[in-house]
């Protein structure tokens, strides 16, 4: 199963870039897009509305129980209190990651996924083989992304859907007490709010 950050078969992903450049091109050529406008809009869903302010919501959690309580009652409102709205990020749940339960995200559909707090969906998180084998065999899945979990730790899937989209709440690294809310997003990757990955360590993140 091809992912966009390990040394896998990238098959479907060079084909899948191929064929978006192929048309991005195309337009361009036929004046039906302009490509710094694209830029544009790419740049926004991955650094504004995108996994940045997924991570500014889980550090949050971390740092204020009040908030995190909020957050398990009622994500779409505790999320939407920081200004985190918009496009698939109408109904929300966040699932909080334990040592004894760790959770994992996929769309077995299609690829229903939230924007406002994760930016775009990767290519991965898009294809047959993920959406396939995260439900039949998720700790295999993991074990392709890095992530070995103590044989005690139960895997739960959770199948998004247009109703409900999740967030996964990693669980706070060690040795992270001194951090502020700044430095402790630093930490959280997309992989860890889909649950494919874990946060980061202040060592690894350096």
């Given at each position: 199963?091809?992912?966009?950050?390990?040394?896998?078969?990238?098959?479907?992903?060079?084909?899948?870039?191929?064929?978006?450049?192929?048309?991005?091109?195309?337009?361009?050529?036929?004046?039906?897009?302009?490509?710094?406008?694209?830029?544009?809009?790419?740049?926004?869903?991955?650094?504004?509305?995108?996994?940045?302010?997924?991570?500014?919501?889980?550090?949050?959690?971390?740092?204020?129980?009040?908030?995190?309580?909020?957050?398990?009652?009622?994500?779409?409102?505790?999320?939407?209190?920081m200004?985190?709205?918009?496009?698939?990020?109408?109904?929300?749940?966040?699932?909080?990651?334990?040592?004894?339960?760790?959770?994992?995200?996929?769309?077995?559909?299609?690829?229903?996924?939230?924007?406002?707090?994760?930016?775009?969906?990767?290519?991965w998180?898009?294809?047959?083989?993920?959406?396939?084998?995260a439900?039949?065999?998720?700790?295999?899945?993991?074990a392709?992304?890095?992530?070995?979990?103590?044989?005690?730790?139960?895997?739960?899937v959770w199948?998004?859907?247009?109703?409900?989209?999740?967030?996964?709440?990693?669980?706070?690294?060690?040795?992270?007490?001194?951090?502020?809310?700044?430095?402790?997003?630093?930490?959280?990757?997309?992989?860890s709010?889909?649950?494919?990955?874990?946060?980061?360590?202040?060592?690894?993140?350096?």
């Amino acid at each position: 199963m091809p992912h966009d950050h390990h040394d896998h078969d990238h098959s479907e992903l060079d084909d899948m870039t191929a064929r978006v450049m192929a048309l991005e091109t195309l337009l361009a050529q036929k004046g039906l897009v302009d490509p710094a406008a694209l830029d544009a809009v790419i740049e926004t869903y991955e650094t504004k509305v995108g996994p940045r302010n997924g991570a500014q919501v889980v550090a949050r959690a971390w740092t204020n129980p009040e908030f995190r309580d909020w957050l398990e009652r009622d994500a779409t409102a505790a999320i939407g209190s920081m200004g985190f709205t918009g496009r698939q990020g109408e109904h929300l749940q966040a699932v909080f990651n334990t040592p004894d339960l760790h959770h994992m995200v996929v769309c077995t559909l299609c690829s229903c996924y939230p924007w406002s707090v994760l930016g775009l969906p990767p290519v991965w998180y898009k294809s047959a083989p993920y959406r396939a084998r995260a439900v039949r065999e998720p700790r295999a899945v993991l074990a392709e992304f890095g992530v070995t979990l103590p044989e005690g730790t139960k895997v739960r899937v959770w199948d998004s859907t247009a109703e409900m989209r999740y967030i996964v709440i990693p669980m706070r690294p060690a040795g992270t007490e001194g951090l502020d809310p700044e430095a402790l997003a630093d930490l959280v990757t997309r992989d860890s709010m889909i649950g494919t990955g874990l946060a980061l360590t202040p060592e690894v993140a350096a």
